[in-house]
């Protein structure tokens, strides 16, 4: 990571910090990425926040209702394919 030795901002008084450019180009941090401010010995540190919270299988197994006899793997892929040749059907 080439960069400067030391880059300084400033806290507005709202709080607020600008990250220099470069480093927001570097990493990708458009306007709107959500990070995750994390306390270190060393000082602040700035992670992008994960898209999704973590879940646990167990969390959304068998969230949606489903009444009858339960499917089997050729019987989801055909309805998978089935659907798949609806969709194509349409375009």
Do not use: C, I, N
């Given at each position: 990571m080439a960069q400067p030795?030391?880059?300084i901002t400033t806290v507005s008084t709202k709080g607020q910090v600008i990250l220099?450019?470069?480093i927001?180009?570097?990493r990708n941090w458009d306007a709107g990425t959500r990070l995750i401010v994390e306390e270190t010995p060393?000082?602040?540190?700035?992670?992008?926040?994960?898209?999704?919270?973590?879940?646990?299988?167990?969390a959304v197994f068998g969230m949606l209702p489903f009444s009858?006899?339960?499917?089997?793997?050729?019987?989801?892929e055909a309805g998978v394919l089935a659907e798949a040749r609806r969709h194509h059907d349409c375009n």
């Open positions: 030795d030391h880059l220099p450019k470069a927001r180009q570097q060393e000082g602040v540190l700035l992670k992008r926040a994960p898209a999704f919270s973590s879940t646990e299988p167990s009858g006899e339960p499917k089997s793997l050729e019987d989801m």
